[in-house]
């Protein structure tokens, strides 16, 4: 996968994960995968994902995401997880996740253009919007049969 990020980048952040010996580039890429799926999800609800070209708020996020998986399964005691900024900037990145989502933060590409959102768009239509209103949840006095309707359907099977 690794759409928004490298393993060169996780390894620039937190150099100490590429001096120890038991961890792999194959390792650090099952967490950048894992990191990417986080945020393709959150994102997906504005965007298409993976969106193309990455944007560098989506790298960010996605390094912050991954390094704190990989410290909190792999490298640090609870203890020490405790003491380390990074499950704060796992919380600030999910939020800063959920607000793309909602369409509350824009994306940019590396230039400052803002990536329009793709989600939403959309019109939203049922197989009966030719149709009257046939009853009401509020007043059901006001139920009628729409006679053109039962013909459609019927016409159908």
Known sequence: MADYTSVAAVLALVPMVG????????????????????????????YT?????????????????????????????????????????????LAILNDIGAGKVPLLTGSGTVIE??????????????????FTEDDPERSFVDTDKITAIRAVR
């Open 19 to 46: 001096s120890v010996t038991s961890v792999m580039s194959a390792d650090i890429v099952t967490f950048i995968n894992a990191a990417e799926s986080i945020v393709n999800a959150k994102v997906s609800k504005a």
């Open 49 to 93: 994902v993976p969106v193309t070209p990455a944007p560098p708020l989506l790298e960010t996020l996605t390094v912050d995401l991954t390094v704190y998986r990989l410290l909190s399964l792999r490298f640090f005691t609870q203890e020490q997880m405790n003491r380390s900024v990074w499950p704060d900037r796992f919380k600030e990145s």
């Open 117 to 134: 959102s793709d989600k939403g768009a959309a019109a939203m239509s049922s197989s009966t919007l030719n149709y009257q209103q046939t």
